[in-house]
């Protein structure tokens, strides 16, 4: 686990860098993605420590959406291993499924999304 940064009371020394404007854009974009302030994201960076993207607002929509579903399933993986199946559990099935394949597609889409991102940078 990382050192912990230091009070910023602590922090005196200055470092001053050089970039063009595309450099300091994609900073302030990457750095706004993870919702920290610039000076705190280069030093994390720099110093190698982890930065957490906390998740996107659509992602714990999606998140949420898809809670009642797991339950569906766990009472099904219940009731299964009891030895009964119960009535009704097709279409229920049917629609995890269907879930599960949206969010592949979602899933897949992201890494996409995100693979053009990291070759840019």
Known sequence: MPRPLKPS?????RFDLYLD????DQIRANAAAARLPMSIFVRRVALRQKIEVPPSIEAVARWRELAPLANNLNQIAR?????SVPEGIYPVVAALAE???LLRLELLDCNATGAKRRRRA
């Open 9 to 13: 009371r602590e922090l005196r020394q």
């Open 21 to 24: 404007e595309f450099e300091v």
């Open 79 to 83: 009731a299964c291993n009891a030895g």
């Open 99 to 101: 879930q599960v394949r």
